[in-house]
């Protein structure tokens, strides 16, 4: 059973920073991408912020480019999304997803940037 676990979300300021973890079980983590993805409050959809594959490339939305930064222990099975000079339009529920399985989600962690 494909099971995600999101973390480490919260309250930050604007311009602040935040580590979101996400712990993957029931599937071959190694060899499989995974990606962090945002629904934003009052959208029913998410939208993809960054991937990244099994040998470690990665990919990001053009509107956290240069800000977010995903990377993955493959050791412990664990995809992390570092957000830095986080802004408003950042306040999501982030979830991470192993794109191979489409239909398996977490609960998400809530990220709120606000003063």
């Known amino acids: 059973q494909v099971q995600l676990v999101e973390s480490g979300g919260g309250l930050v300021q604007p311009g602040g920073s935040l580590r979101l973890s996400c712990k993957a079980s029931?599937?071959?983590?190694?060899?499989?991408?995974m990606a962090w993805w945002r629904r934003v409050p009052g959208k029913q959809l998410r939208d993809l912020v960054a991937?990244?594959?099994?040998?470690?490339?990665?990919n990001y939305a053009d509107s956290v480019k240069g800000r977010f930064t995903i990377s993955r222990d493959n050791a412990r099975n664990m995809v992390y999304l570092q957000m830095d000079n986080v802004k408003s339009e950042d306040t999501a529920v982030y979830f991470c997803?192993?794109?191979?399985?489409?239909?398996?989600w977490g609960q998400g962690t809530q990220v709120t940037v606000s003063t």
């Open positions: 029931g599937f071959a983590f190694t060899y499989n991408d």
């Open positions: 991937e990244i594959s099994r040998s470690g490339v990665t």
């Open positions: 997803q192993a794109p191979t399985f489409r239909d398996y």
